[in-house]
Structures are given as structure tokens and as C-alpha cells.
């Protein structure tokens, strides 16, 4: 009896982790991405309370500009180039930086572009497909 309630459980675990991987990337909402953000930021610097709340606002407004630039290029149908994305997006990234600049020292600036930015981006599944 023990045994059949141990496959069953394992069963409906490794169900559940197969099926949320196949579900893919999870658009995360503007609020989601600050909070990962935000943790981020608190355990690299341990900012004061202050700070972290302009550092959320920073990049609250990054993430509401990114999204309504997507919308509009997604908006005309099909795939959107990603190097015309990118292009309009490196704006919003660069004004971004600036705030970010005021807001915390060059050493955490530095930490920022070289560990912490790199870690948010998302990770990208190749399946032998290459476009």
C-alpha cells in the first residue's frame, strides 16, 4: 500500500515538473520583474529602504516602457526583428543606467552590468533549431 502511494505521489510530481517545463518561458508581469529585481539588489548591496524604493521605481518605469514598446511592435502581426527591438529598446535601457547611476555607487554600478543584469535576462532553450 505504501509503495502505490509513493509512485502515485512521484508520479504526479514529475507530471507536474514536465508539464511546467514544457509550458516554456512565462511572460512575468511589470510588478514580478521589479520584485526580482528588487531581491537582486538587496542581497548584492543591502541598500537602505530609501534607495531600494527608487531602484523599484527605476525599474518599474524601464519595464512599463519595454512593455508598451513590445506591444507596438507586435502589434503590426508576426515576429517583431529582434535587432529593430533592440534598437528602440536601447533608449529605455540607457535611461535606465542613468537613473541607476544616481541612485548607487560605481562599484555597484559595475556589479550591476557584470553579474546582475546578465542573470535577469531570460534564458533561451535551443533545440537544435537556429534561426
Same mark, same amino acid.
Given at each position: 500500500? &505504501?509503495?502505490?502511494i509513493?509512485?502515485m505521489?512521484s508520479s504526479l510530481?514529475?507530471?507536474?515538473v514536465?508539464?511546467n517545463a514544457?509550458?516554456?518561458?512565462?511572460h512575468?508581469t511589470?510588478?514580478?520583474?521589479?520584485?526580482v529585481?528588487?531581491?537582486?539588489?538587496?542581497?548584492?548591496? &543591502?541598500?537602505?529602504?530609501?534607495?531600494?524604493?527608487?531602484?523599484?521605481?527605476?525599474?518599474?518605469?524601464y519595464?512599463?516602457g519595454?512593455?508598451k514598446?513590445?506591444?507596438?511592435?507586435m502589434s503590426g502581426?508576426g515576429?517583431?526583428?529582434?535587432?529593430?527591438m533592440?534598437?528602440?529598446?536601447q533608449?529605455?535601457?540607457?535611461e535606465?543606467d542613468?537613473k541607476?547611476?544616481d541612485?548607487?555607487?560605481a562599484?555597484q554600478?559595475?556589479?550591476?552590468k557584470?553579474?546582475?543584469?546578465p542573470?535577469?535576462?531570460?534564458?533561451?532553450q535551443?533545440?537544435?533549431n537556429?534561426?
Amino acid at each position: 500500500m &505504501k509503495t502505490k502511494i509513493t509512485v502515485m505521489i512521484s508520479s504526479l510530481i514529475l507530471l507536474a515538473v514536465v508539464a511546467n517545463a514544457q509550458a516554456g518561458f512565462q511572460h512575468r508581469t511589470v510588478e514580478e520583474r521589479v520584485q526580482v529585481v528588487q531581491q537582486k539588489f538587496d542581497s548584492a548591496f &543591502k541598500l537602505d529602504k530609501s534607495k531600494l524604493a527608487d531602484v523599484d521605481s527605476v525599474f518599474a518605469n524601464y519595464y512599463r516602457g519595454q512593455e508598451k514598446l513590445r506591444e507596438e511592435m507586435m502589434s503590426g502581426g508576426g515576429q517583431p526583428d529582434f535587432q529593430a527591438m533592440r534598437e528602440k529598446m536601447q533608449p529605455l535601457m540607457d535611461e535606465r543606467d542613468k537613473k541607476l547611476q544616481d541612485i548607487i555607487t560605481a562599484d555597484q554600478f559595475k556589479t550591476w552590468k557584470e553579474a546582475i543584469e546578465p542573470s535577469l535576462r531570460p534564458r533561451r532553450q535551443n533545440n537544435g533549431n537556429n534561426r
